[in-house]
Each structure stands twice: as C-alpha cells, then as structure tokens.
C-alpha cells in the first residue's frame, strides 16, 4: 500500500497544505506548478459534488458522508469535519494489513480514524493551536508553498504528519 | 442485504434506466434521476483526472475507460461497472450486502440478453423491456434469498 499524495482543503475550497509522496515522482513526468493547482481545484470540486450525490441516494436515518473513492488507479480517502475542513488521502488499491487481508471492513475504517487523528491530534494541535495562526491566514500556490502571513513550515505539523503516516502498516 | 437502486446511464451521460430494488430505497423523483446519472458521469471521469497516477492509456483492466468503481459512504456503498462502449451500470447498496461485483456483471449478462436482443430496442435510448426488469427483479430476490452462485 503506498500513499500518493494528501491534501487539505479548507471550506471555500483553498488548499491548505498539500504533500506529494515520493513514489510517483519516478514514474511521472514533473508537473508544473498551474497544473498542480488545478488538479487541486478539481478534486476538491469532486469532493463537494460527490458528497451531494451521495447525500440525495443515501437512505434516510443515515448521515450522509463520503469515505473512499476507488478508481482502477487508487483509492481517494477523505474525511470532512463539521467546520468544512476536507482531508484528502490517495493511496493505492491494495490493502496490506499484514498477512490476513481479510479484514476488508475493518481495513476502511481505519483510515478514517487514521484521518480523524491526523485532523484532532497533529492539525489542531500543532496548527491551530499555534500563536501565529489565524484562520483564513494560509495560502499555498502551486508547489506546496505557503505565501500569505502564516507559514505551516512554522509549526512542526509536516514532521508529524510524515511520522504518523510512516507508523501506519499501511504505509510504504 | 439491502440493495437500494440502480440506475444505467449511456455513453454521453443521459440516464436510460433507474429502478429501486428495496423498501429501503430513497424515493427520488424522475428529474432528481436525469440529474444525478449526469452529475455521475461526469464525476466518473473527473475521478479519474484528478487522481496523481493514471492508468496506462486512462484505460483500466478491462479494456474501458477508467474512472470511478466504487464509492463507500456513511450508510452507503456505491459500484459502478463500466463497459467498452460507455455504458456504465451502477448499483447502490446498504453496508455488508455482499456480492454486488457479481451482481453487476450479471446485470449487464441481462442488459445484453434482454435490451439488446430486443428488435426494437434502440442503443442509448431509455429502456422500457419488461423482460429486462422482471429479470432484475428475479435476480435480486434470488441473491437476497441467498440462492445466487458466482460464476
């Protein structure tokens, strides 16, 4: 299992923080920063009208919420909070949970805990709690960096996000 | 096992069948369908753009264009199979219905015998086969009676 790239985007659709792993680098050609930034844009628009479709087919009596997407070339795993905060993980197709990869439930929810954790334990504490940010204050442009007042370089969110990530079985 | 709808759209993204295939199953008016076979469309190939690796040639095992085959939500799983020609069918089901990939292909097995078959059927218009649904239902009652082997 190997995990391609992770996103955050904020409500009106910015991008907050935004990482490419580096095992697609190989196998890509380098894409230049307007295309990035547009590819950005287009998944969060999907994530908003996916959420909508699912939201009108759901049955009543259960919350709608998009967990995964799976295309032939990876699976898209988001989790929204309820202030419109939307993280977006894309991985591989296929699960390596040990030897046993029989636990295909139980392989689907972990990531949205992985993700609930990386939202309540690493963002809030280590970016929003942080005496410099404000929201509405980070901006990223098409490389991954932060223009605008608050830099995510600032706090150590990255690191951690890298080590958690590294510490899931999942990840390679 | 709920199964909750299906609904088949056309290459260009018109929706030419939808039917629910439980009590659990939300009702939605007809335009809400038109709406929602194009919005899928559309979000199937978009899926398949946005994401940072592509397929060889953007075409999946099957020889199709890739995009979207699954989609799991709170309360909903969502699978989608789509064929050479464009045509896509999806399901949609309740959390641990099992068996919806062969439920699909099976589909299509009736969509090529029935829909197809039928003279006086035309390609991508909506279907109105009675052969067709009846032998929907049939398969969806024989796979919630447990009475349905894979192939």
Redesign the interface.
Known sequence: MTV??FHIFDRKGKTLFTK?YSS?VK??PVQDAELLSE?RK??F??LF??R???G???????????????????T?HCYETISGLRMAL?T?NNPNMGSNARNL?TS?TSFQNALKHIYSELWVDCVVRSPLYRPGDIQVDGNGNDVGRFDIRSTNFEKKLDAYLASMPWFR | MGFLHLFIVNKSGGLILHRPLGQSAPRIGTNEWLRIGSTFHSLHAIAAEASPVKLPGNKNSAGADDGIEEIRGGGLILKCLQTRTGVKFVITAEPGTSDLDAVLREIYVLYSDCALKDPFYELEMPIRCELFTNAIDNLIEKVESGGFKTR
């Open positions: 391609h790239a490419r697609i196998n890509q590819q287009l998944i628009g999907m009208s996916l909508e479709l699912v009108s087919l759901t049955p009543e009596g259960e919350s709608p919420a998009l967990h995964s997407v799976r295309t032939g070339a990876g898209l894309y591989n439930d689907k």
